[in-house]
């Protein structure tokens, strides 16, 4: 049945798309012909991985919404395949098809300078610096990390991203003049007010799904109007809910697993940055926004494949679709950003950064060893010797009580029946 509606669906859109070819004669430019012949060729692979792609972890609002997302992050990872086998001056040429605003180099904004939170030389407005850095991009901040609270489900996770990356911005803002921050805007700012106020939303929101009853009913069974606008707001929440625990302690697989995780969440948010360093992007257009709104949705499904995966080894053999989707798209992203201008990935980091990078993973790679390794050993040695201790007590107490010369002989007629056999 689903195999016959995909097929008169298809028949349908190609018909359609026939029809309105016939209709108009073909213009005679070429790159509008391709462009609008592109577009076709992508709505017809659209329907039909929405209509026959495999069903995700999610239903709702319907399996067809994320199917269209799985769709949708194919088609992106081709086209980052094209632009990463391109020169660097085609690659970026090639964006003025997408928007013939694209293809001019932009400076990039320093957010660094005066840092003065109170600025008396300006009476004016004294604390001008403070209205400078309050643009569009603070809700963004905000509303990105109440999603990502959403998609992650872990307070400690989320608070570790969010300082890892204002960490990682100290470390490139040599390469990258947007990098460059106040320290009240890196940690005020971003960190506790945006970051931390998100992911606090975010929480309190996650607290609310886990104690919701999710009890079903067709909307048509709802005797009144207030409860059927009700359950149409209601589409849009989970259809059950599952806590995530990732507890990365538990074992030195989950460990690696979450620490991979964090990994690929702030090369992600790096490539945010370079890829409209290297491509001349501003980050105000479109393109960067519909980038966020791509990876908001794929990123919540991957999350939850991830999650069921090392959860249940045993009934999720094999990682999803999505989360192997995400990954290859993180890579292809910074594959783009080393090919388009490598000289700026490859300045050095000063000598200061390089030792605090150098000791934090000296640390972390310290307190791996002593937690699965050195622990495990020491912890199975005083087990050892507990037991040992226990023996030798009920043995003491067996001879002190005068028994020992029955459980002597026990022993001797044991070793002498094991002679026998022997």
Known sequence: MRRAHTLTVLFILTCALGYVTLLEETPQDTAYNTKRGIVASILVFLCFGVTQAKDGPFSR????????WLCVSVVYELFLIFILFQTVQDGRQFMKYIDPHLGVPLPERDYGGNCLIYDPGNETDPFHNIWDKLDGFVPAHFFGWYLKTLMIRDWWMCMI??????????????????????WWDHWIMDVILCNGLGIYCGMKTLS???????????????????????????????????????KPASSLRRWLAVCGIIFVFLLAELNTFYLKFVLWMPPEHYLVLLRLVFFVNVGGVAMREIY?????????????????????????????????DPYTLTLS???????????????????????????????????????????????????????????????QNGNKLRERKL
């Open 161 to 182: 991203i969010s300082v890892m990356f204002e960490f990682l911005e100290y470390s490139l803002e040599h390469q990258l003049p947007n990098f460059s921050e106040c």
């Open 349 to 411: 980091l000063p000598f200061y950064i390089t030792q605090c990078w150098i000791l934090g993973i000296i640390l972390v790679l310290t307190w791996t060893a002593w937690r699965f390794f050195i622990r495990d050993i020491t912890l199975r040695y005083k087990e050892i010797r507990r037991q040992q201790q226990e023996h030798k007590y009920e043995k003491d107490k067996c001879l002190s009580n005068g028994d020992g010369l029955s459980s002597i002989l026990d022993e």
């Open 308 to 340: 069921d995966f090392m959860d249940d080894p045993k009934f999720y053999k094999k990682l999803g679709q999505q989360a192997w989707l995400v990954a290859a798209i993180t890579a292809t992203e910074f594959l783009i950003v080393v090919k388009y």
């Open 208 to 246: 609310w799904l886990s104690l919701k009853t999710y009890k079903w009913q067709g909307l048509w069974n709802i005797p009144t109007y207030k409860g059927k606008m009700k359950r149409i707001v209601f589409q849009f929440t989970p259809y059950s809910w599952v806590k995530f625990e990732w």
């Open 61 to 68: 609002p319907h399996p067809a919404y994320w199917r269209f």
